[in-house]
């Protein structure tokens, strides 16, 4: 039995870390944002703070994100983030005793992918580490009956990855992972801006455009909004107005790749499973699954119903709290994991 005072569930997002505490439910959101200062890069601020001043600081502080595409870019940055919203989430009692936690990763990260991950979850002070593959935790979150025998689809958009898989009995049958996710529409926002209007913008401002005017499937009115950043020939500040028609267009290519790793699992589900799949529909979670349109241009393009779990972004965290509180799945899983520990 796991008796060590606290169980966290971490799901360790390229844009966002949410923590999950057993018995109290979601304890942390900060964005996976570390600030850092001088050459020994000391950290300075993590998360929200870290955050306001991504664009915005002087030559000697650097704000970054330590991870990249759903895996470990800068281990030590991570390993500092990581402690400090562990000590965040169990305060003092986490000085006494090493929390137990439960980590997601993304279906398809290498083995030294998801060895960092552990060791960085170690190293930032807690004791055991059970990976969980993030398309499973998404699964459990969203509610989904999946020890039944019958086939259930996920597709978990996130910063950095999209996993998409098909799950029964406990297990995952097909799945796939692209490196792919929300800061990649942000990129595409960014680059056509800068094409179409000689205009820089910065994250924020990219994610607030997606926000806005951003969608995969037309608006029933088409929006427009006054976007303002540095005019690349000039040097000096300029604002432009963009429509969601454009915006649309810039992130099209993206879109389209998770619509087709989508079609690439359905071809490979068995067709039992794909009966199934035509009756429960297939399941949005993560933050893209927010993106204006993207339930309905999917159902399109498959002719399966499509629905947005309830409360998208924190699925994968809620996941993992249902694997804390299932003792039995819990020590089964962990079994089967061992020789990640």
């Not at 595409?69 to 991570?78: F, K, M, P, R, W």
């Not at 924190?314 to 020590?331: N, P, Q, R, W, Y």
Request: hydrophobic letters at 45%; glycine letters at 12%; charged letters at 25%.
């Amino acid at each position: 039995m796991f008796t060590l005072g606290e169980r966290l569930g971490i799901d360790l997002g390229t844009a966002t870390i949410v923590v999950y505490a057993h018995g109290r439910g979601i304890v942390v959101r900060e964005p996976s944002v570390v600030a850092t200062d001088g050459p020994d890069g000391r950290v300075l601020a993590v998360g929200e703070e870290a955050q306001a001043m991504l664009g915005r600081t002087p030559g000697s502080i650097v704000a970054k994100r330590p991870l990249r595409d759903g895996v470990i870019a800068d281990y030590s940055v991570t390993r500092e983030m990581l402690a400090y919203l562990i000590r965040k989430a169990t305060g003092f009692r986490g000085k006494l005793f090493k929390p137990m936690a439960v980590i997601c990763i993304p279906s398809a990260a290498t083995s030294v992918e998801r060895r960092a991950a552990l060791d960085a979850t170690r190293a930032a002070g807690a004791g055991k580490v059970i990976p969980i593959e993030e398309p499973m935790a998404a699964a459990i979150g969203a509610g989904l009956p999946i020890a039944a025998p019958g086939g259930n689809m996920v597709v978990d958009i996130g910063g950095g990855t999209t996993d998409v898989a098909v799950i029964s009995l406990g297990g995952i049958v097909v799945s796939d992972s692209l490196r792919l996710g929300g800061n990649h529409l942000d990129e595409a926002i960014i680059r056509h801006i800068k094409r179409v209007y000689n205009l820089d913008i910065g994250e924020r401002t990219a994610e607030g455009i997606k926000i806005q005017v951003g969608s995969a499937y037309e608006f029933d009115d088409e929006r427009e909004l006054e976007v303002r950043g540095r005019d690349v020939i000039s040097g000096l500040p300029k604002t432009v107005t963009v429509s969601s028609i454009e915006i649309r267009s810039a992130i099209a290519e993206c879109i389209s790749s998770v619509i087709d790793a989508v079609k690439s699992i359905l071809e490979r589900t068995p067709p039992e499973l794909s009966s199934d799949i035509i009756d429960r529909g297939i399941y949005l979670t993560g933050g893209g699954a927010l993106l204006h349109g993207l339930d309905r241009l999917l159902e399109l393009e498959t002719g399966i119903p499509v629905r947005i779990a309830d409360d998208p972004i924190s699925c994968v965290a809620m996941g993992t709290g249902k694997v804390l509180e299932e003792a039995d799945f819990l020590h089964r899983h962990a079994r089967s994991m061992e020789g990640y520990w």
